[in-house]
């Protein structure tokens, strides 16, 4: 099965490329932007086809390496 | 994939005329399928076959005594003392770099470090040239950014210093950029490799990243011109994977350590088609090559998308039998992919299986030597005349302009995004004549500079040519550095047109000229045609990367002043030379006449002048004078060393011209006052011009005492605000 | 001074800290690869910088899990000085070891050039040879220095005396300007500047010397 | 409102990140991940509140800042 995770900066966390893009947006011209916030985005193809499973897994997986949990929260979805 | 039928219309996709593909089917003695068709387009390409340069190209010289190898293999290689050997080449990546900046410039600086590590050498400097549209022209300052990122991004992470470089911009390359990136690498001269092929049954090994379907036909839309829509060209760019190329030069140069490898070949434009033909061809053999056994990223792929796909981060190798266990456990641990995909034959053909069967079957010498090879019209430029280029009564604005103006305003913001220091032995850092770079481990140093003058080479080719190759030459000179060899990146437009050619022909005279008359041959180098849009072509630039070496690398030279109170020489006569200047240009809007005159005698003398003095220790302050003329140089140097001058003319010249013009092989020098008489001396006894201009000293640059006179802090904010306020000016 | 450089695929800087080991303490350290579970006794272990698996994902992140790593968390945890600089900082804060985390430079943009830094601490077995307040020049080359710690953390280790350097202006949105931070027990630094390369004058300058020479001075 | 974007690289092009986070997962000893993708998500707040003219705003940032549209795709939910 397939996990998508999304991974966000946590709340007060200052997020210099979301600043970036609001920024930016600005410049170009486009009004009424009132917050930016950049996170990863991340596909993983798994073996595994038990949801249940597949989710403990991922979970590991986003605490062990794809989130840094000082400054980054998770989200998994199953598909 | 294979009974796709080969029509007139597929010919002409695959960017080939009639008669050439004719002259294919001749040269295999039938028609050739898809996927030959396909390996003909690319090899037959201007990118991968010169064919409308090589004839000329062969007239430039490429020898010295200390000349190991010169054009023909992926870098040039010269002698540079101690068992030691310097390896460097530059190449555009033009076309690529406009479509999609970062990526473009990115997997250019990827492609030609893989020339010089290929040779069996450590990567030590990267340079850059580049040239960009109007600072006004809706485009540029996404390609700047974008660029200058890719660069950075590519080098920093691979871990070669970016030194230096050269930054233009021009209306002509409003539709064109150039991105033209030079990597300089060192090697033993007993331990440098070479890509012909060997030892019939010798196995041929692909390592590397995996093959995709990235950049099929790169290397024909290098060789044609530009139309707007061919921004829909767009699957064609390739993602640069810096890390994988900094695993791959680790794990290449373990292999290289030992006695494993045969040949050696980097896949770049027609990957491995090209790589597998080269090696093949210089080595007189054939090659037969189990497609299946490519490593593949995407699934599905067809021999044809094999055999032209220019993913990045490649190499193919021969290597002795028998070793293949221990070379795959280099890899390994690099974590790279490592497959034996093939191995020699002596058919003298490049066979091709997949699925267990022949798809492709052609004779190599077919594929490089029977590449049509064209002598295209040309017509020289005629000459301009003299230009009468006017006084301005405001010389102050005149030169914070120009000084703080697009082509002479301090590139700070770009080498700051540039890893310039990494390996410990920049010593020379970007915003001087040249980089400098340790031999580490010794006394020695490399001088490394990057130089072409497009006004010139547009106004006249052949004195541009001569000039370019002398600017290289004085830049080294003016650090203290023996100027060795040139590498280069012919960037022209249509060569189809008679008078692109003779911008084209006029160079490379002017070129083989100067390399000559300065024993400095050409020992690598690139082109890129058609670089047009809309008919319209880009100034003819043939971007020159010297390279020159120090012995004692203590003794070298800078341009910031460093003590008040010092004299100022010029060395070398200013004429009155300013057709085609900087200040025609962007002061006066204009831009007609010839342009200054390379006097190679004098270049030599005056160069060879500066160098005794400087590796004698006699001075440690110098800077040569190009665009902008004598009053740039003296910003420079002033703003640098954050110390004022107050120079004097004589009157031999109309004031404009003494400051503004371009004369060539002059230089700046800084030195105590009892030094300097020594100097005067030795210089006169040698019959060489050079003048007292006057002193360092104060918080501003003066000139006869009223006529010219602007603060530091003036000139300085000028200088260096004019890059990053260009670059945060929203669009 | 025995010293061991790690090096990750990607360091780029290995070398660089390895020259400048040698040269001021006069022994060759160890180069130990990413993949060794276990490597000989040492005095000093230094992680380089450069980009570690590319920097991808986030910077250190992945580096931060190798084998060789937990060897040294345990050699830190054990009070073997530990070194991290520019990758090396963002691998020691990916550990555990160091508080905060580096995020991409304000800017956007990949810097470097020299900077004065300020030497905030110098107390510690990585600064005693400064002086306290003293303004040093190193030059710095990332893109992600960008120092970020919660209001908490903050407090903590300015008060605890454990950041070690800031910059002297604002060049990558690190709060307070930290350039580098100490782990509470003091046996561990991590910086974004590089000392390593700016140990002789023909490189720029000598102040990264007294780095080296203060944890041999600690040492005896 | 609230737009969430996801960029992700379009088919056949190469993916250094996906490539990487692959490989670290399978040395970190999660078995089973047959294939890796890391792309960006962007938040966005918007004043506008009417949804067709929220999208078609979006869709123009896509184009001009947010995806590289010679390498990526984008796509956009409102909220
Ligand atoms: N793209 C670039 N990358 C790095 N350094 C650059 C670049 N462009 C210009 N520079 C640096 O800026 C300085 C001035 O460049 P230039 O005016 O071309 O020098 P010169 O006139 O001596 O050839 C040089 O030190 C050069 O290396
Ligand atoms: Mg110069």
């Known amino acids: 099965m397939k996990a998508r995770v999304h991974i966000t900066l946590k709340n007060g966390v200052l997020d210099p490329q979301g600043k970036a893009i609001e920024h930016a947006l600005g410049n170009l011209g486009f009004d009424g932007v009132e917050g930016a916030r950049q996170g990863k985005y991340i596909e993983l193809d798994l073996a595994e086809s038990d949801a249940t499973k597949a989710r403990e897994n991922v979970e590991a997986m986003c605490k062990k390496l794809l989130a840094n949990t000082v400054i980054e929260n998770y989200s998994i979805e199953l598909e | 994939m294979n009974d796709i039928k080969i029509t007139p219309e597929l010919v002409k996709e695959h960017g080939l005329t009639e008669a050439e593909y004719e002259r294919i089917v001749s040269a295999m003695g039938r028609e050739p399928n898809y996927t030959e068709l396909g390996i003909y387009s690319v090899m037959w390409s201007e990118h991968c076959s010169y064919k409308s340069s090589r004839f000329h190209l062969k007239k430039l010289p490429t020898e010295a005594p200390w000349v190991i190898q010169g054009p023909g293999e992926n870098a040039g290689v010269i002698d540079i003392g101690d068992g030691q050997a310097a390896i460097f080449k530059m190449e555009s990546h033009n076309h690529p770099s406009y479509i999609e900046p970062y990526q473009g410039a990115a997997t250019g600086v990827g492609g030609i470090l893989r020339d010089v590590f290929t040779m069996g050498a450590r990567p030590v400097a990267n340079m850059n040239a580049l040239r960009f549209g109007e600072p006004d022209h809706p485009k540029t300052r996404h390609l700047v950014a974008g660029v200058v990122e890719g660069i950075g991004g590519y ?42 092929a060997a030892g019939v049954g010798n196995p041929v090994v692909y390592v590397g990243s995996k093959t995709g379907r990235d950049g099929i036909h790169g290397a024909t839309m290098a060789s044609t011109e530009f139309t707007e829509d061919s921004e829909e060209k767009r699957p064609t760019v390739q993602v640069g994977d810096p890390f994988t ?27 491995l088609t090209s790589s597998s033909v080269e090696m093949a061809s210089k080595g007189g053999v054939g090659f037969e090559l189990n497609l299946d056994n490519v490593p593949q990223r995407e699934e599905n792929m067809t021999p044809y998308e094999m055999c032209l796909s220019e993913s990045q981060e490649r190499m193919l190798m021969v290597l002795k039998p028998g070793r293949e266990e221990m070379a795959k456990a280099i890899f390994e641990k690099w974590e790279l992919d490592f497959a034996v995909i093939g191995e020699i034959t002596d058919t003298g053909n490049l ?12 004779p190599i010498n077919s594929l490089v030597e029977d590449a ?82 497009p006004r010139y080479c547009y106004a006249n080719p052949y004195e541009g040519g001569k000039q370019a190759v002398a600017e290289t030459w004085r830049n080294i000179t003016a650090v203290g550095g023996k100027p060795l060899a040139i590498t280069n990146c ?66 070298m030279a800078t341009i910031h002043f460093k003590n008040a109170g010092q ?24 831009q007609t006449g010839e342009p200054p005159v390379v006097d190679l005698d004098l270049e030599r003398k005056n160069g060879d002048f500066i160098r005794s003095l400087i590796e004698n220790g006699d001075i440690d302050t110098c800077h040569d004078l190009s665009d902008g003329g004598l009053i740039a140089a003296i910003s420079d140097m002033a703003i640098t060393g954050n110390i004022g001058a107050s120079i004097t003319l004589d009157d031999t010249l109309p004031v404009h011209a003494a400051l503004f013009s371009e004369t060539q092989a002059r230089y700046l020098i800084a030195v105590d006052a009892d030094k300097a008489s020594q100097i005067i001396a030795k210089a006169s006894n040698a019959g060489i011009a050079v003048t007292n201009l006057g002193a360092t000293g104060g918080d501003s640059v003066s000139v006869n005492d009223n006529i010219l006179n602007i603060s530091l802090t003036e000139l300085k904010s000028a200088h260096e605000s004019w890059f990053p306020s260009f670059m945060n000016t929203a669009e | 001074m025995k010293s061991a450089v790690i090096v990750f695929p990607g360091s780029n800087c290995d070398r660089d800290m390895a020259v400048a080991l040698e040269k001021i303490t006069g022994v060759k350290p160890t180069m130990v690869w990413h993949g060794e579970s276990d490597f000989e006794k040492v005095d000093f272990i230094a992680l380089p910088g ?100 919660d209001d908490e953390t903050l407090n903590r280790i300015s008060g605890e005396g454990q950041i070690a350097f800031s910059y002297s202006e604002d060049i990558n949105g ?29 490189l720029g300058g000598s102040d990264g010397r007294a780095l080296f020479t203060s944890v041999m001075n600690a040492l005896g």
Chains 1, 4 share one sequence.
């Open chain 2, 372 to 453: 049509p090879e064209y002598e295209r019209p040309y017509e020289y430029t005629e000459n301009r005349g003299k230009a009468d280029v006017a006084a301005l009564s405001d010389l102050k604005q005149a030169v914070l302009d120009l000084v703080g103006g697009p082509n002479l305003a301090s590139r700070r913001w770009i080498w700051e995004q540039y890893d310039h220091m990494v390996m410990g032995d920049t010593i020379q850092r970007p915003g001087g004549d040249a980089a400098v770079v340790r031999v580490h481990g010794t006394e020695k140093a490399l001088a490394i500079s990057t130089d072409v003058t």
């Open chain 2, 490 to 555: 012919l960037n022209f437009g249509n060569p189809e047109r008679k008078e692109i050619m003779g911008q084209f022909v006029g160079c490379l005279e002017g070129m083989g000229d100067a390399c000559r008359a300065l024993d400095y041959p050409i020992v690598s180098g690139n082109v890129s045609l058609y670089n047009e849009t809309n008919g319209s072509g880009i100034m003819p630039t043939p971007a020159i990367g010297g390279v020159g070496v120090m012995k004692n690398s203590e003794r």
């Open chain 2, 567 to 590: 004299t100022i020489l010029m060395i070398g006569e200013t004429k009155d030379e300013l057709g085609a200047t900087l200040y025609q240009k962007e002061i006066i809007g204009e």
């Open chain 2, 245 to 271: 190329e900094k695993l791959l030069i680790e794990a290449c140069l373990e292999l290289m350590a030992t006695d494993a490898i045969i040949a050696i070949q980097d896949m770049g434009a027609a990957g």
């Open chain 3, 50 to 149: 450069g980009f570690s698996y590319g920097d991808y994902l986030r910077c250190g992140a992945m580096s931060a899990r190798s084998t060789v790593m937990k060897e040294v968390i345990k050699r830190a945890e054990a009070g073997v000085p530990v070194f991290g600089v520019c990758n090396g900082f963002q691998v020691l804060t990916e550990t555990g070891l160091l508080p905060g985390a580096l995020m991409r430079n304000a800017a956007l943009k990949f810097v470097c050039k020299d900077i004065t830094l300020k030497v905030e601490n110098a107390d510690s077995m990585f600064t005693s040879e400064y002086s306290q307040g003293q303004a040093i020049t190193i030059p710095v080359a990332h893109h992600d220095g960008n120092y970020f710690a």
């Open chain 3, 174 to 202: 690190s709060q307070q300007q930290i350039a580098g931070v100490l782990n509470g027990k003091g046996n561990v630094l991590g910086m974004m500047p590089h000392p390593e390369r700016m140990i002789e004058p023909a």
């Open chain 2, 351 to 362: 066979t091709l299986t997949f699925g267990g069967e022949v798809v492709g079957d052609m």
């Open chain 2, 155 to 196: 080098g920093n992470c691979v871990g070669v210093p970016t030194v230096g470089g050269e930054t233009n911009f021009d209306a002509s390359y409003n539709g064109n950029i150039l991105v033209n990136a030079m990597t300089v690498g060192l090697a033993d001269t007993d331990k440098i490799f070479y890509c012909a």
